[in-house]
C-alpha cells in the first residue's frame, strides 16, 4: 500500500515508507560521509518546525555529529526552554560555522529560510516538509503534503534507517509537531495518520498530558492581556463569514507579552460559529505586517497567501505585507471577499 496505513508493531497503523525509501537511503548514507551538520527552519518556527529540528539534531547527534540549528526571525518562549534549545545558535555564530551538510525541515521556500538554503556553497542540503507550496530546492526532497506535520516525515526517515534509535525524549518532540499543527488534534489535517503517529510516540515515550499542558493549555499572564487586546479588535465581514483581528505594536507596549508568543491567537478569529474565512493581522513594524490565514471546508488560504508571495496549506496559511496596518487589513478583507463571492458553496462531503 502506498500512502495508506499498514500494520506496525503492536497492531498500531502506521503509515509505509515505501514512497521515500530511496531517498531516505541517500540521506542516511549522506549523513554517514559527514560530520557537521546545520539544520535550518523556518522563521519565527513554530512547534512542529523546532520539534522536528530538534529530534532529527538527537538522533545526528548519537550518531556522533556535530549539530547546530538555526531559525531566522523570534522563537517563542516557550520552545526557548525545552532540553536541546541550546543548540539553536544566534545569526552571528553561524558565520563561524563550517557545516558540511545541511537540513531544512517545515520551510516550504528559500525565503522562509531567510534564503539560507542556498548560500550553503555546494554542501549537500536534505529538504523536509510538508507545505503543497515547497519550491523543492533540496538536493534530496522529501516533501509529503498529505503529512499533518513535518515531524511525520522526520519519524518516518528514522523508523525507516534507524528505528531503534528513537528515545523518548525525540519521541516527545515528534509528539510536539503534530500537536502544535493540528492545533491539539482539531484542526482538518487531524486525520488518521496524524493519530496513530501521536499514538506510535506515545508508545516510544512521548508525554501527550505535560506537553498539552505546556504547549497548549498554559498561558502567560501577559499573552491573555495581550489576547484581550486582540479580541477586542475582532471585527466581522462578508455577512459573517469572514473574521479579522490585529495585535498592533501599541498593544504589545501597553498590554505587555511578545509577537512571538501568539501562535494560536488566529484560531480565536477562526473559532466564530460561522466563519469560513480569517485573518490575524500582527505589526512587525510600522511598516511590516505579518498575516495570518485560516479557512474552513474548500477554501484555498495558501492560493491567496502565495499571489502576496506567502504560502501555506489549504486552511493555514501567511504572508507578509510591505504597508500599514489599515492598508493590509483593508486589501486582505478584499481578497477575502472575492474568494467568498468566487465560490457558491463549498464542497460538502
Ligand atoms: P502561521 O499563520 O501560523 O504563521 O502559518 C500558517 C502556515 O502557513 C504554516 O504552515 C506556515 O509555515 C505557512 N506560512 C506562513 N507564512 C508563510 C509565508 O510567508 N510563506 C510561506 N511559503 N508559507 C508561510
Ligand atoms: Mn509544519
Avoid: W
Avoid at 84 to 90: H, K, M, S, T
Avoid at 213 to 231: D, G, M, N, P, Q
Amino acid at each position: 500500500m502506498k500512502n495508506g496505513p499498514t500494520e506496525g508493531e503492536k497492531g498500531i497503523p502506521r503509515v509505509s515508507d515505501e514512497r521515500f525509501a530511496k531517498e531516505f537511503g541517500e540521506v542516511a548514507s549522506l549523513v554517514e560521509k559527514h560530520e557537521c551538520m546545520l539544520i535550518l527552519g523556518h522563521v519565527d518556527p513554530d512547534g512542529d518546525c523546532i520539534g522536528s529540528m530538534l529530534a532529527l539534531a538527537a538522533y545526528l547527534m548519537r550518531r556522533g555529529k556535530k549539530v547546530v540549528c538555526f531559525t531566522p526571525g523570534e522563537m517563542a518562549e516557550i520552545y526557548a526552554e525545552l532540553p536541546l534549545a541550546n543548540l539553536f545558535v544566534r545569526e552571528a555564530a553561524l558565520a563561524a560555522l563550517a557545516p558540511d551538510m545541511v537540513f531544512a525541515l517545515d520551510a516550504p521556500t528559500s525565503a522562509r529560510t531567510a534564503d539560507l538554503v542556498k548560500r550553503t556553497d555546494g554542501k549537500p542540503v536534505v529538504n523536509i516538509d510538508h507545505h503543497p507550496t515547497n519550491e523543492r530546492y533540496g538536493d534530496i526532497n522529501i516533501i509529503d503534503e498529505k503529512a499533518s506535520a513535518t515531524s511525520i516525515l522526520v519519524y518516518r526517515f528514522l523508523s525507516s534507517v534507524a528505528p531503534e534509535s528513537i528515545t523518548p525524549e525525540m519521541a516527545d518532540y515528534l509528539y510536539l509537531g503534530v500537536l502544535m499543527d493540528t492545533g491539539g488534534f482539531r484542526f482538518q489535517n487531524t486525520n488518521a495518520e496524524a493519530l496513530a503517529m501521536a499514538a506510535r510516540f506515545v508508545e516510544l515515550g512521548a508525554r501527550a498530558h505535560e506537553l498539552a499542558h505546556e504547549f497548549i493549555y498554559v498561558k502567560k499572564f501577559s499573552t491573555l492581556k495581550l489576547l484581550s487586546r486582540a479580541l477586542d479588535s475582532l471585527e466581522v465581514h462578508g455577512g459573517g463569514k469572514i473574521a479579522v483581528m490585529h495585535i498592533s505594536e501599541e498593544m504589545i507596549t501597553s498590554a505587555g507579552g511578545s509577537m512571538s508568543d501568539t501562535e494560536g491567537f488566529v484560531d480565536y478569529a477562526a473559532s466564530i460559529d460561522d466563519v469560513e474565512l480569517s485573518a490575524l493581522f500582527r505589526e512587525l513594524a510600522s511598516d511590516e505586517i505579518r498575516v495570518s490565514l485560516r479557512s474552513r471546508n474548500d477554501y484555498n488560504v495558501a492560493e491567496l497567501a502565495e499571489r502576496y508571495g506567502g504560502g501555506g496549506h489549504r486552511n493555514a496559511a501567511g504572508l507578509t505585507i510591505h504597508g500599514d496596518l489599515a492598508t493590509a487589513k483593508s486589501q486582505i478583507v478584499r481578497s477575502l471577499e472575492e474568494m467568498l463571492a468566487l465560490k457558491v458553496r463549498p464542497r460538502q462531503s
